[in-house]
């Protein structure tokens, strides 16, 4: 063999050895490179974003988004999606507030979830028992819900929240010569615990092989209707416990208040890496995310371009990632 050709060689094999390790770096790590870069170029368009209570803003809204957005990660694992988390949140944030008065803050937090829980119960019921699909289910669910919130709660009788609520959303906690608020730990735990049920437990697996091909769950033996059901119930809960959340944070609720995670709960997703076709999804990848469409919003407020642009940029992005899937599932 020549010099010449045992240099192309080398050549072709460190491309390759190159192109197989890109490979094997997760979806995720990329989107957070994303999130840098975007993070930089923020600062050079407005120098007083590229600060560390700059960055310290932004982590606090992707950690709220990323609690709204943990639900839907459940459902599109599983190739589905769940559009009635707007109302979902806005239900469980209302009852809590409306509950807890009565109950106390323990319990109302319990049946508030229980709530969600059955309002999973029966988008999964549908979607895996009578064969409706999915968008249309939640959707159908997500109008119910808003029938229920403006029949049943006064929102003028709900501004009393729980000072244990605040306590574990918004109360500062010292860090690194500054402060965070306790949302952020809260939404790190709440990750860490989905990805050990995601990863290491068998219902976890199953999810991702629901949401991969049915029908080799079917011969796999997976109970794939029951996996679909208590994926939609844990998608509820999940919503429920983020309108809970945002309460204790924003100190306020209404019946509306779950609108704008409708678009931006499917973005986080899907800029994470998750396919929106099923069988491919993390929660870390959400939290990504939500860090990239936090980074979003920030340039949005700062420039003051109003919130129908940031949906617009949402929407811009859901078709682009949508697509690029679509290609490669082709």
């Given amino acids: ?10 050549k072709l094999g460190t491309r390759v050895d190159v192109k197989n390790l890109l490979a094997k770096v997760p979806t995720s790590v990329w989107v957070l490179v994303a999130f840098v870069v975007l993070f930089l170029m923020s600062g050079l368009l407005r120098p007083s974003l590229l600060t560390f209570s700059g960055l310290i803003t932004t982590v606090t809204f992707a950690s709220i988004l990323a609690l709204a ?31 807890s008065s009565t109950l106390g803050p323990g319990l109302a937090l319990v049946a508030s979830l229980a709530a969600s829980a059955l309002i999973g119960f029966v988008n999964g019921f549908v979607i895996a028992k009578i ?47 500054t402060s965070i608020a306790a949302v952020v730990p809260l939404a790190l735990l709440v990750m860490l615990l989905l990805f050990a049920l995601l990863n290491w437990t068998g219902w976890g ?5 629901v949401g991969s091909s049915e029908a080799a769950a079917h011969l796999a033996g997976q109970p794939v209707a029951r996996i679909r059901i208590t994926g939609y119930m844990l998608s509820s809960v999940l919503a ?6 945002i309460v204790g944070y ?15 709960s499917v973005a986080a997703v ?9 069988g491919r999804g993390s929660v870390i990848g959400t939290l990504a995310g939500a860090l990239v469409l936090g980074q979003v919003s920030t340039l949005v407020v700062v420039f003051n371009l109003g919130a129908t642009v940031q949906d617009i940029v949402y929407g811009a992005i859901i078709l682009a990632v949508v697509a690029l899937y679509g290609r490669a599932r082709k």
């Fill in 1 to 10: 063999m020549s010099e010449t050709t045992t240099q192309a060689t080398t």
């Fill in 69 to 99: 957005s943990f639900g839907q990660t459940i459902a599109v694992i599983q190739g589905g999606m769940d559009l009635s988390v707007p109302n979902t949140i806005a239900f469980a944030a209302l009852s809590y507030l409306t509950w």
């Fill in 131 to 177: 064969g409706l699909t999915p968008i249309v289910t939640t959707i159908a669910m997500n109008g119910l819900l808003l029938g229920a919130l403006l029949l049943s709660f006064s929102v003028a009788e709900l501004t009393d929240v729980p000072g244990f609520l605040t306590a574990i959303t918004a109360n500062k906690l010292p860090f690194l010569g």
């Fill in 205 to 209: 697996r199953g999810l991702y092989l």
């Fill in 240 to 245: 429920g416990f983020a309108g809970i959340v």
């Fill in 250 to 264: 924003y100190n306020q609720a209404e019946p509306m208040m779950g609108a704008p995670y409708l678009l931006s």
């Fill in 270 to 278: 899907v800029v994470g890496g998750a396919s929106i076709f099923g």
